[in-house]
């Protein structure tokens, strides 16, 4: 029997790339030379596709092209890659990679917040540097007494309050609406939250709905002493109205793992000493990766072989006939 047809948009994970060879007839649109002609040729066979949110938008022209499409298997939880809306519209299942990256998110998460406070990365460069023979390395500010305050407090902002819990120190957060089994403090805008608090961890979706929440008025709010982390996207922060901030102190520091045009990272930023910066490296253990991979096969696999999909996104939930 002729195998499915499935579109990779960029080279995966060797286990991903590998698994779907064997179970599909894999089309690799990043070897093609010419992309239109390629999906003009490919793209009527087509029945599923994996891609990736750092393999660009999936966006209202590539739905055209794929006429066949049944699903999409995204490979990562954030799914802003994908344009959700024309799935829907087109009736296309689009499949994210839940809960298996929480704790690796959540741990990167505490020690991103620990290294901007204690400027673990700065010791080191300077330990690196020799100075260390010529002085101590100056004091740093500290996590103790510190409030912190959780934008988006889903799975991943659960699993980042649970380990803070261990830290003794008070939690609050933000979201569309107070989550009745939770205890922590709720406050219905960032802003009323960032007046409350001295760090905030920003860990919503990406998108429109988000797009510039963490503005230069939230960063007012969140004063002098005030620590942002950023762990969800870089579209959720408004980039010069952070770096505006730190640079007349209206903010002390941050942690940021994502940014507005990825892989670019502002100049403004690099030079900053007070700042520390990392390539959206979250979910990027090989452990957790990998687990995110094998949930991307078997999102195909389930729906082809007529199981339905393992994780649907909200939007495009499966209501099996
Ligand atoms: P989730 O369980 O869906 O949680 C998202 C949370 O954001 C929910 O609690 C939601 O609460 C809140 N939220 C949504 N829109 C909001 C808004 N406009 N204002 C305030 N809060 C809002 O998702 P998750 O699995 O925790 O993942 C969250 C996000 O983290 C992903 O979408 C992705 O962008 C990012 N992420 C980044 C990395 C990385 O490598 N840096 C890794 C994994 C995930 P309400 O519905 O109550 O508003
Ligand atoms: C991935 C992420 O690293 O899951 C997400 O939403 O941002 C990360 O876990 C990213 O998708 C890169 O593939």
Redesign the pocket.
């Known amino acids: 029997m002729a195998k499915t047809d499935v579109l990779m948009t960029a080279p995966m994970l060797p286990l991903v790339m590998e698994k779907l060879d064997a179970a599909f007839t894999l089309h690799r649109l990043w070897e093609a030379n010419d992309r239109n002609a390629y999906l003009k040729d490919i793209g009527s066979k087509v029945r599923g596709v994996a891609t990736s949110t750092v393999h660009g938008k999936f966006d209202a022209a590539l739905f055209e092209l794929l006429p066949k499409l049944e699903i999409i298997s995204s490979f990562?939880?954030?799914y802003?890659n994908v344009d959700v809306h024309e799935a829907v519209r087109r009736g296309i299942l689009v499949t994210n990679t839940?809960d298996v990256?929480?704790d690796e998110?959540a741990d990167l998460t505490i020690g991103l917040l620990i290294a901007t406070l204690r400027q673990i990365p700065q010791a080191d460069c300077y330990l690196r540097a020799g100075k260390w023979l010529e002085r101590p390395f100056p004091l740093s500010p500290t996590l103790r007494g510190r409030k912190i305050g959780i934008?988006?407090?889903?799975?991943?902002?659960k699993a980042i309050a649970k380990r803070l819990e261990g830290f003794d120190i008070s939690i609050a957060y933000?979201?569309?609406?107070r989550?009745e089994d939770i205890s922590y403090a709720y406050f219905p805008t960032?802003v009323a939250l960032a007046e409350a608090v001295d760090v905030l961890i920003v860990?919503?979706?990406?998108g429109a709905?988000?797009k510039h929440?963490i503005n230069a008025e939230v960063l007012k709010a969140l004063g002098p002493e005030g620590v942002l982390i950023n762990?969800?996207?870089g579209s959720v922060v408004d980039e010069k109205a952070l770096i505006e901030a730190l640079s007349s102190g209206a903010i002390l520091s941050a942690g940021l793992?994502?940014f507005e045009d990825e892989p670019r990272v502002p100049q403004e930023l690099i030079d900053m000493e007070h700042v520390v910066l990392l390539p959206?490296?979250?979910?990027a253990s090989v452990h957790t990766r990998n687990a995110m991979g094998q949930l991307v096969v078997d999102n195909l696999t389930s729906w082809f072989s007529g199981h339905g999909p393992k994780t649907p996104v909200p939007e495009t939930p499966w209501l099996k006939a």
């Open positions: 990562g939880v954030g802003d839940p990256l929480n998110v934008v988006g407090l889903g799975r991943i902002g933000n979201g569309r609406r989550q960032v860990i919503t979706p990406g709905e988000t929440l762990v969800a996207r793992d994502v959206h490296v979250a979910s």
